[in-house]
């Protein structure tokens, strides 16, 4: 039984064309797996008793490509759907045709009663359950809160090294980003609470403008002790 292909309202003849759906892994920059790269390459003749009828048939075959974010699917000729139907709803941004029909043959009998064609249709498909797609902190510590001296610089002599106090502080910064799968993540909390400058806090929660699946935290927070400290930064709260 041959299979038909329908394009949102187009339909093509049953068993005029060979469809081949590839599918690309989604990988995040920390390689965290995320969905589907969906691509639909068809190829196709269609048949018709006259050239005019062939103009026709194919300028119909067009217009229907020029369409982006319609349904894509092989269906029985009962009309029942197989396995192979590609919704824009369940997509991210749609479907889109990222290959209008061309017509690639040019010899022989083409344009007499047929027309050879290939086009393609691709889509991103996301997969929600995994919640984190990369994380990353660091920690920059400035000072090890021991002496400070300097220079003094006398007008007409030599500059002189000279002790400015006995201690100081050491001051630390914690900052980092974590890229959500469609949610955002909260950031982790301060590392050191009792030394925090909790004026200088700064959350930030992103948009981007080009993969609205992300959502982007970054946080930073500033301290300042007397004695030096030590920490890591804050693993993943998500494996």
Same mark, same amino acid.
């Not at 894509?72 to 139907?85: C, R």
């Given at each position: 039984?041959?299979?038909?292909?329908?394009?949102?309202?187009?339909?093509?003849?049953?068993?005029?064309?060979?469809?081949?759906?590839?599918?690309?892994?989604?990988?995040?920059?920390?390689?965290?797996?995320?969905?589907?790269?969906?691509?639909?390459?068809?190829?196709?003749?269609?048949?018709?008793?006259?050239?005019?009828?062939?103009?026709?048939?194919?300028?119909?075959?067009?217009?229907?490509?020029?369409?982006?974010?319609?349904?894509?699917?092989?269906?029985?000729?009962?009309?029942?759907?197989?396995?192979?139907?590609?919704?824009?709803?369940?997509?991210?941004?749609?479907?889109?045709?990222?290959?209008?029909?061309?017509?690639?043959?040019?010899?022989?009998? /083409?344009?007499?009663?047929?027309?050879?064609?290939?086009?393609?249709?691709?889509?991103?498909?996301?997969?929600?359950?995994?919640?984190?797609?990369?994380?990353?902190?660091?920690?920059?510590?400035?000072?090890?809160?021991?002496?400070?001296?300097?220079?003094?610089?006398?007008?007409?002599?030599?500059?002189?090294?000279?002790?400015?106090?006995?201690?100081?502080?050491?001051?630390?910064?914690?900052?980092?980003?974590?890229?959500?799968?469609?949610?955002?993540?909260?950031?982790?909390?301060?590392?050191?609470?009792?030394? /925090?400058?909790?004026?200088?806090?700064?959350?930030?929660?992103?948009?981007?403008?080009?993969?609205?699946? /992300?959502?982007?935290?970054?946080?930073?927070?500033?301290?300042?002790?007397?004695?030096?400290?030590?920490?890591?930064?804050?693993?993943?709260?998500?494996?």
């Amino acid at each position: 039984m041959a299979l038909k292909l329908k394009y949102g309202n187009y339909t093509h003849e049953a068993g005029e064309c060979a469809v081949i759906i590839t599918r690309q892994a989604l990988l995040s920059g920390h390689g965290v797996y995320h969905g589907f790269r969906e691509r639909w390459d068809v190829q196709g003749r269609l048949h018709a008793s006259t050239q005019a009828a062939v103009s026709t048939s194919i300028n119909a075959l067009q217009a229907a490509y020029k369409i982006h974010n319609q349904a894509i699917g092989l269906y029985f000729e009962s009309g029942t759907p197989t396995s192979h139907v590609l919704n824009p709803l369940s997509t991210m941004g749609g479907t889109r045709v990222v290959q209008p029909p061309s017509f690639p043959e040019g010899r022989g009998a /083409e344009y007499s009663t047929f027309r050879n064609y290939t086009l393609a249709v691709e889509a991103e498909v996301y997969d929600y359950s995994e919640p984190l797609l990369s994380w990353t902190e660091v920690l920059s510590f400035q000072g090890d809160a021991g002496p400070t001296w300097g220079f003094l610089l006398p007008i007409n002599a030599a500059p002189q090294k000279q002790l400015f106090t006995q201690a100081s502080t050491q001051t630390v910064t914690q900052r980092g980003m974590a890229v959500g799968n469609n949610q955002y993540i909260s950031a982790p909390g301060p590392l050191w609470p009792e030394h /925090e400058h909790a004026e200088l806090r700064v959350i930030e929660h992103e948009l981007p403008a080009t993969n609205t699946k /992300e959502r982007v935290t970054r946080w930073s927070y500033a301290f300042e002790a007397a004695a030096p400290q030590s920490a890591s930064p804050t693993t993943s709260p998500i494996n």
